[in-house]
């Protein structure tokens, strides 16, 4: 697989929360060793991309590919399986469990990309060098950690699973500055031992320092894409579509 293979592709991607539709005919796609940001304000309907991606939601509609399998029918557990991972927003660490159990229950096989190359393959150990706060608290339980060690902990839950792309919603939502700068650097990291990511964002800063494409999202549907740069450099889509 070259570098610029697409890894998830969704086309006609709609998706519906009850009887209110939420997502409008979404055409996206992630290469290898891409960060891609999925931008837009409150309500415009990133989060449930992610989640009609992954399977969360009962009613989506469209074609979804990963891997060049189809997985627009299938349930959360066989993209997981397939190397899709997925860190919600609102963490959902295990409270119970310490951090070496939360980190245990992740846990996958190491993967091979489709040329044979090793993919990136984690262990508590190089993710405590990755998130230094973890390591200084092996044993303690979830549900004693602040929010941005709990970020970090649902993290690299997600990547003890040796992901090929991962779904971030919200990384830099609500956590301190010095968190938003680790996660900043796990992303460059991820992407350096060839992870994609698709994150959910609204913190411009933050995309424009991990990402390297953009879509931006209004009321369910992609309204721009182009490279973060022209996002950056576009005053007027950001005023329309980005600031509160």
């Known amino acids: 697989m070259s570098k610029s293979e697409v890894l998830l592709e969704a086309r006609g991607l709609v998706a519906w929360y009850g009887a209110a539709q939420i997502l409008y005919d979404l055409d996206l796609d992630v290469r290898r060793g891409e ?3 999925l931008m837009g304000r409150n309500g415009a309907g990133k989060s449930t991309t992610l989640k009609a ?3 969360m939601l009962e009613k989506r509609r469209g074609q979804i590919s990963f891997m060049g399998s189809d997985i627009s029918r299938t349930e959360p557990y066989h993209a997981a399986r397939m190397g899709l991972a997925f860190v919600p927003e609102d963490r959902r660490v295990f409270t119970d469990l310490t951090v070496m159990e939360n980190l245990a229950v992740g846990r996958q096989a190491p993967r091979a990309w489709p040329d044979g190359v090793a993919a990136p393959e984690w262990t508590p150990e190089r993710l405590f060098k990755l998130f230094p706060n973890l390591g200084e608290m092996p044993q303690r339980p979830g549900g004693r950690m602040s929010g941005g060690e709990q970020q970090m902990l649902t993290v690299s839950r997600a990547l003890m699973g040796n992901p090929f792309l991962v779904l971030l919603d919200e990384p830099s939502e609500g956590v301190a500055p010095v968190i938003v700068e680790q996660m900043a650097h796990m992303i460059l990291e991820l992407k350096k031992q ?8 609204q913190n411009m800063h933050f995309a424009e320092l991990v990402s390297d494409r953009a879509y931006v999202l209004e009321k369910g549907q992609i309204v721009y894409q182009d490279t973060i740069e022209a996002l950056a450099a576009n005053e007027d889509v950001r005023r329309t579509y980005l600031t509160v």
């Open 194 to 201: 060839g992870v994609s990511i698709l994150l959910s964002e």
């Open 35 to 37: 960060v891609v940001a």
């Open 53 to 55: 991606i992954m399977g």
